[in-house]
């Protein structure tokens, strides 16, 4: 079945970088789009990023644009977050999902990994 | 960007009852790219409903989606235990993806 299983959340600093792991399984990954989801403590869920299936395009929530980078590693199956100059306000849980198809809902989601900002 | 307002933000029902959600946008959103999630406390979202009014896979048959244009609305017929949770909804079009605020399900 779909597995998605995110790594590399921790504490840092703020103005430090992170980098997200995202490794897929149980279907073709290179067939579909990929997303950054983030919730805050106690708060709601904020899409962050997304990458097409080829890794060609990329789009980003104003609130990271500049800061952090999406992509993926096809043959190895597995998507990135990139996380510089980071804010106590990017301190969330960080989920990856898959896309149902392109331009799609997230059939899929990954149980999430914690990134806390704080000095 | 289109804002995604979500009614009411805590709905109290009973098991047995009928529970319906609102999801407000604030321009028009194709039918074809709205979903709803459910969320449990301490679980990732879920899918529930796609293109406004499509289940996805496995999810049963209580729960329907509904709706046009600035107004959509998650139906479920019969409260079960376990759908006390916070439902969200989502926008997908033009590229960019918002969350609703989200409505949390609670046992009245």
């Known amino acids: 079945q779909v597995q998605l299983v995110e790594s590399g959340g921790g504490v840092v600093q703020p103005g430090g970088c992170l980098r997200l792991s995202c490794e897929a399984s149980g279907f073709t990954f290179s067939n579909y789009g990929m997303h950054w989801v983030r919730q805050a403590p106690g708060k709601g869920l904020e899409w962050v990023a997304a990458t097409s299936y080829d890794g060609r395009s990329y789009n980003y929530a104003d609130s990271v644009k500049g800061r952090f980078t999406i992509s993926r590693d096809n043959p190895k199956n597995t998507l990135f977050l990139q996380m510089n100059s980071l804010r106590a306000e990017d301190s969330a849980i960080y989920y990856c999902a898959k896309e149902r198809g392109v331009y799609d809902a997230f059939d899929a989601w990954g149980q999430g990994t914690m990134v806390i900002v704080s000095s | 960007e289109i804002v995604l307002t979500q009614s009411p933000g805590t709905l109290s029902l009973s098991p047995g009852e009928r529970a319906t959600l609102s999801c407000r946008a604030s321009?028009?959103?194709?039918?074809?790219?709205l979903a709803w999630y459910q969320q449990k406390s301490g679980q990732a979202p879920r899918l529930l409903i796609y293109g406004a009014s499509s289940r996805a896979t496995g999810i049963p048959d209580r729960f329907s989606g509904s709706g046009s244009g600035t107004d959509f609305t998650l139906t479920i017929s019969r409260l079960e235990p376990e759908d006390f949770a916070v439902y969200y909804c989502q926008q997908y079009g033009n590229s960019l993806y918002t969350f609703g605020q989200g409505t949390r399900l609670e046992i009245k």
């Open positions: 321009q028009s959103v194709s039918s074809s790219y």
